[in-house]
Each structure stands twice: as structure tokens, then as C-alpha cells.
């Protein structure tokens, strides 16, 4: 069986790995290039995009901000999974809270905004401070500006407003602008839905961001009541959209109720621990869904943390002694903050997985990694 990936990154060569035990073989499609790669060894094939899709038995992908054109050729086909809808939900900030509100699945107060009178009326409505999001094109907290102050109004306005000039009629721009939410804490689901529309969910998982960007996640530390409430927006979010394969939803945790972040139609960066902490991974999962295959169990085998490496080509080899370790890298050449690899760590208890990373925290410098012995001390103490 032959799957093709809109996207040629680590979801995919992950997507890849996991599939290679299925005996079903991954290719991929740079959007950047317009050409179809081995997500794994980067060898590029000869075969054209279309070539690509009739060869194919199933189509995915593995990021939302896929060209409208491929979008289209891939939906004609039949066979793209979990279809140009979702994918398109996913990648515009304006269709996801559209599709919040229809669900009726709680989320930030919001506006959207497409000019500045709407801009001076969710300042009044919404008050400061505000998170204000480009609806297109944003990721990794890139396209948000924070307006915490009416003396910031002018100037976050004359960026916005460029980006508001930069769509074209065929795709327009807008923004959304959110009340700033005073969490206590980031969680996510991820869960995969097959196409008869049975869910099976993981573990929700705990997420640290720094400067925007995912740098560490814990699973295993959820109580039912929080369990269950985004299990519901799961099901509700996936049924709306008639979802198959694997969903991500981001979420606030405000004092025990989750409001929705985001939602990411694909396999997760909050889901790299399933690897090692669950029996299938959400990479072998999704594959298995688009594949209309039997999905595997999603439940907890045993606590586990994941640390994202950023910007750095290599880790202290130390790392790979401490008991429960393994290492998952995405074989890319290093930029500053770049998405180079993850460490992922399972322990038999929450404590001992404070213990072992207490262990990393020595060895991996709070600079690059920030958050581990907190973490680690948070585990040890509870
Ligand atoms: P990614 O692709 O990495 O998930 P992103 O660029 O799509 O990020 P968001 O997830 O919307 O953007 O926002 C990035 C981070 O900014 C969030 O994880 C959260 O920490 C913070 N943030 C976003 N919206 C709000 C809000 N309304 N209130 C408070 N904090 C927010
Ligand atoms: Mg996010």
C-alpha cells in the first residue's frame, strides 16, 4: 500500500517510520519544491504530484497551510484523508472558531476582524490585554501581536493592517483578536477517528511552551473530570468534521474548565510521547485510519515526558544513559529555534519520571532546555 503526505517535514518522516511496520510505504509532497521526496532519506523520486496521487491508495497531510490548488486535486481524487475541509478549518483561525461556535465547544471571546473599526470595537467589547492572531498562515506563535496597552494600538494596527492588504480576493486575509485568558496551565488531546467514525483518544498531555514554541510535554498526570471534558470537544470537533485520522486540539486549563486553543487537523507535537508511552503512536495511528485499518489502543502504558530540541544538531550523549530514554531525530540542518529532534522519557511512576528528569536536568542546560528541573522537582514533590 502506497500513502502520500502533503508535507515533506518530521510528521511526515515520523508518519513514515511508523507506517514502515505496516509494510505500507510513505512519500511525501514538498510544497516548497512542488516535489514528491522519501520523507526519510530525502531522496527525491521522479513522479509528478499527479503521478503521486494516482499512485497512491490514501492521500494526508501533515500541516494545514497547503496550497489551495494541491488542496483541490487531492479532495478530487477520493482518496485524501482527512479531506481539504479540515485541513482548510485547520489552517484559518476564522473557519476554526466558526466551527467552535457551531459545535458549541467553549473557546477565548473572540472577534474577527477584517478593518479597523472592527479592530477599536473588540478593544471595547473584548477590553485589554488582547491576543491578536493572523486567521491565515500563523504557527509556532508566529503572526501574533499582544496589545496590552492603548498606546500599542497604532502601531500593532499598521502591521495588521498589511497583512489584512496582502490577501487577494481568491484568498482573503483576516485576524482574529482573543481576550487574553489568565490560564493556569496548557493541555491537548490528541485522539484519531476512524471511517466509521470511532474515536479512540490518549491521554491528555500537558504542554510548556516557551516564546511561543512547544518545549516540553508530560503525559500520564490527568484526572477523569478534565479527561472527559476534552474528550467531549474531541468527539464533537471530530463528528462536525467527519474526521478521519488523527485530531489535535489545543486548551486552556482555567481553574478546571478547558477553553479551545486551536485545533490541529494532523499528527501533534503534544503527541511525540505517545512513541514511547503508549502502545501505538499517534503516528502509526493516523497512518492506520487513512489506511481504513483496525486503530490500536491509545491508553497510558506508563508516565512520559517529551523535551523538544530546538536549534541544536546534537545532544549530550549522556542523555541516551539515563534509564527510559530515547532520542527521535529529524535529520534537518540546525537554524536558531529550528525543530531539530525530541527526547522522550517513561518511567513506571510520576515520580520516577521526576527522578529521570531531574537526571536530564543536569545535563542538558536550562538555556536550550527550559523547564526540566521544575518539572522534574514538580513530579518528585507530588
Ligand atoms: P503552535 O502552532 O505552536 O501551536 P500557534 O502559532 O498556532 O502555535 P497559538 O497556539 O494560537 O499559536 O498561540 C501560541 C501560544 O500563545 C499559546 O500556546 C499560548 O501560550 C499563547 N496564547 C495564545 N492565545 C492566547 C490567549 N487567548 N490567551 C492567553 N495566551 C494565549
Ligand atoms: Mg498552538
Redesign the pocket.
Known sequence: MNILVLGAGQLARMMSLSATHLDINVLAYDVGSKTVINPVTFTTTSESLQQAIANADAITAEFEHIPLDVLTVCQQSGKFYPGAEAIATGGDRAKEKALLEKTKVAC?PFKIITDKPHFLSAIDELGLPL?V?TCQA???????WRVKSEAEIETIWAEMSAFLQAGTDAQPHSIVA????P?DR?VSIIGVRTKNGDCKIYPLTENQ?TN???TLSIAGKEKANIQAQAEDAFAKLANALDYVGVLAI?F?DVDGELLV??I?PRVH?SGHWTQQGAHVSQFENHIRAVADLPVGDTSLLRPTAMINVLGQDHIPAQVLAVSGVTSHWYGKSAKPGRKMGHINVSAGSLHQLGEALAELAEILPEADYPGVMDTAQQLILN
Open positions: 477565548a491576543v492572531k500563523g504557527y509556532d506563535g508566529k503572526g501574533q482573543e481576550k487574553m485568558i490560564f496548557e511552551h511561543g514554541v512547544l489545543e486552556f486553543n486551536e490541529a507535537n
